[in-house]
């Protein structure tokens, strides 16, 4: 039997072709294996996780009675931005570390969220489908009632990452940018020419509003109704976070009452959507798969980085990624220091 035993979700779609071999990269020099525990019941999830010594968290979700069964787990970790899955504070609870992987998938969902932003604005789906249908001159007057991009206002909800990329890649278009964050100092902003606002004040004067929040309890429906009648009615709303944080039936009423001309979105409340879903019928909305993190190095970069993440703490050492730090101070864990990133801490 191996040193380190980590659990894992059988039977998802996380699960790709050739098994865990980018994840045992970093684990099999320290002598862990992974195995899987079939569907079932949270407590046949319990009997199965009890002695593991990690769980890597895919497929499904990782509630408060799963985490509160696990006798002997010194981390559970995530190959995702969000950490939505896993009740993160029941896990705190008991002292383990949780991990993500915030920092993999930049620039490609800030180079999803610019396409949506252009696609949406030049109505390139609506274009598209006039061509096929034989309506090639409808296509020029549709456009012709919006204003050109250059010198519009791209206002920015959140300033992590992600929404620092797009910013990046929205100046050469001649965007204006505004930011709402109450937990990034203005300085963050302002460094990278981006103007610090307060949420109505984005509201009120964009033009297009890029949705970055994480799906944490207070950002859950952060945008509603009320947010919505205060935009122009010629505004573009883009989300490619998290659905939840955004009110799905008010952002639907919105756009159906012309409250905001159109919306580009990658995440959705429910995924997929149901075939009733309003939006699945909308000219003015542009749908994509949640696939803006989707490129060819995706798997292999988020699987290598929940095996490092993992060989670290069962190693006794701090992971890189950890979305509830406070449980390290009180842990038997050491700090490292990394070589590079590019060749990591365990080689």
């Not at 050109?148 to 965007?175: C, D, N, Q, S, Y």
């Not at 307060?198 to 509201?203: D, K, N, R």
């Not at 959507?273 to 909305?285: E, I, S, Y």
């Not at 490092?308 to 979305?323: A, H, I, N, Y």
């Amino acid at each position: 039997m191996a040193k380190f035993r980590i659990a894992t979700p059988a039977g998802t779609s996380f699960t790709t072709t050739g098994g865990y071999s980018y994840e045992m990269e970093a684990l099999q020099p320290i002598d862990a294996e992974i195995y899987e525990i079939p569907p079932g019941s949270e407590d046949d999830f319990v009997a199965a996780a009890k002695d593991a010594d990690a769980l890597y968290a895919k497929g499904r979700p990782i509630t408060k009675k799963m985490i509160d069964g696990l006798g002997r787990c010194k981390i559970i970790s995530l190959g995702s931005v969000g950490v939505d899955s896993v009740d993160v504070a029941a896990a705190t609870a008991k002292g383990i570390p949780v991990t993500n992987c915030p920092d993999t998938f930049i620039e490609e969902v800030a180079d999803h969220a610019m396409t949506l932003i252009l696609a949406t604005h030049r109505r390139l789906v609506v274009q598209d489908r006039l061509v096929r249908d034989g309506r090639w001159s409808e296509g020029r007057p549709m456009l012709q009632q919006f204003p050109r991009l250059r010198g519009m206002t791209l206002g920015l909800i959140a300033f992590g990452h992600v929404a620092r990329a797009v910013a990046e890649r929205a100046k050469p278009f001649g965007l204006h940018i505004i930011a709402y964050d109450p937990f990034i100092e203005e300085i963050v902003m302002v460094e990278r020419g981006v103007e610090p606002v307060s949420l109505p004040e984005l509201l009120a004067r964009a033009d297009i509003i890029s949705m970055h929040s994480p799906a944490t309890e207070s950002a859950n429906r952060m945008i509603r109704e009320e947010h919505f009648r205060q935009m122009k009615k010629s505004a573009i709303y883009i989300s490619t976070g998290r659905g939840p944080t955004t009110d799905e039936a008010a952002l639907i009423k919105a756009l159906d009452e012309g409250m905001i001309a159109a919306a580009g979105l990658d995440v959705l409340e429910r995924e997929p959507p149901g075939g009733n879903n309003p939006l699945l019928k909308m000219d003015n909305v542009i749908l994509t798969a949640h696939v803006a993190s989707a490129t060819a190095r995706f798997d292999p970069a988020r699987r290598r980085r929940v095996g490092q993440e993992l060989s670290l703490v069962l190693t006794g050492r701090w992971p890189m990624s950890c979305v509830n730090p406070s449980v390290l101070a009180s842990s038997s864990l050491r700090r490292w220091q990394p070589v590079s990133m590019e060749r990591g801490p365990n080689s």
